[in-house]
Antibody, heavy 121, light 108 residues
Framework: QVQLVQSGAEVKKPGASVKVSCKASGYTFTSYGISWVRQAPGQGLEWMGWISAYNGNTNYAQKVQGRVTMTIDTATSTAYMELRSLRSDDTAVYYC??????????????WGQGTLVTVSS | SYVLTQPPSVSVAPGKTARITCGGNNIGSKSVHWYQQKPGQAPVLVIYYDFDRPSGIPERFSGSNSEKTATLTISRVEAGDEADYYCQVWDSSSDHWVFGGGTKLTVL
């Protein structure tokens, strides 16, 4: 069965960086992409970007462009999302989700369990 | 940028039908996906491409999409359907996914 397992909760200081991992199993990793979505406490879902597991192509949301880097390790079927220059409003649960091989053409059919990132001095 | 508008809350009695709307400019020309999120859990896809259901999603969940409004309909509502529901579309002008603000479904 398809599973996406994310790394554990993180607490960071403002200005620091965080790197969240998402290990995939149960499907051919390189035939899909991974989208990252975050949810601030009590708020809705916000798409952050997408990466192709086939060739590493990326599409980042304007709001985080310049602070975010998404990468792929095909050897371990793991996707990573690094967010830099953290601010208090980056405090959120970060989700990875499986998407089709072309961003925007399909939907997010499987999701990780979420990783809470807390930014606090 | 493209905006999706959902009602903040919808309430329904058990056994009745709940309708959750998602409005957007010319939304009928886009594919709409719907997600259910229960407290403390990750979202779950319940409808894709306007009206298709993933395996394992009850037939009580259905979707439709017209010119201005997409609708998620939940028939014979159960207590277990209480959750937040989000609609999603691809905005081709910005090449970004867009989510609606979410609707909290309360089962009375």
């Amino acid at each position: 069965q398809v599973q996406l397992v994310q790394s554990g909760a993180e607490v960071k200081k403002p200005g620091a960086s965080v790197k969240v991992s998402c290990k995939a199993s149960g499907y051919t990793f390189t035939s899909y992409g991974i989208s990252w979505v975050r949810q601030a406490p009590g708020q809705g879902l916000e798409w952050m970007g997408w990466i192709s597991a086939y060739n590493g192509n990326t599409n980042y949301a304007q709001k985080v462009q310049g602070r975010v880097t998404m990468t792929i390790d095909t050897a371990t079927s793991t996707a990573y999302m690094e967010l830099r220059s953290l601010r208090s409003d980056d405090t959120a649960v970060y989700y990875c989700a499986r998407e089709g091989p072309t961003v925007g053409d399909t939907f997010l059919d499987y999701w990780g369990q979420g990783t809470l990132v807390t930014v606090s001095s | 940028s493209y905006v999706l508008t959902q009602p903040p809350s919808v309430s329904v009695a058990p056994g009745k039908t709940a309708r959750i709307t998602c409005g957007g400019n010319n939304i009928g020309s886009k594919s709409v996906h719907w997600y259910q999120q229960k407290p403390g859990q990750a979202p779950v896809l319940v409808i894709y491409y306007d009206f298709d259901r993933p395996s394992g999603i009850p037939e009580r969940f259905s979707g439709s999409n017209s010119e201005k409004t997409a609708t998620l309909t939940i028939s014979r509502v159960e207590a277990g359907d209480e959750a937040d529901y989000y609609c999603q579309v691809w905005d081709s002008s910005s090449d970004h996914w867009v989510f609606g603000g979410g609707t909290k479904l309360t089962v009375l």
